[in-house]
């Protein structure tokens, strides 16, 4: 083996001896795709919705909750990855969820009081 400017594996006639990448780019990695650390072009992530997540879910309706506030969780997670797209399925999925649990939470509230009032419901035994 020769360490002459002629063999490529020893980075000949380059500078460090890093291998020369095609297109122009000169001792570094082409540029474009792949990883973006720190989010997307440093725009802004979507909204992520975790605190109205976790008060529909303590206040309203717990089943419809909890995946409310595992989206909004993946948000930052999956923006800071670089996944764009993802990020804005989970912010959009976390905000449907947390809409869902905050509806179900009222119209159970309402029907409620709707069957408390009509006597349906009772609250004590000794009406049967």
Known sequence: MSTSGNDPNFGGGQQGGYPQYPGGGGNYPPQGGGYQPG??????????YL????AATLLCC??????GIIFAA??????????????????????????ASVVVGLVSVV???ILMSVGVLALDASTY
């Open 39 to 48: 989010g997307y072009a440093g725009g802004q992530p979507p909204s992520n």
């Open 51 to 54: 605190g109205w997540s976790i």
């Open 62 to 67: 717990l089943p419809l909750g909890i995946p």
């Open 74 to 99: 993946q948000v930052n997670d999956k923006w800071n990855r670089g996944d764009v797209e993802g990020a804005d399925k989970a912010s959009r999925m976390a905000k449907n969820f947390t809409i």
């Open 111 to 113: 029907l409620y009081i």
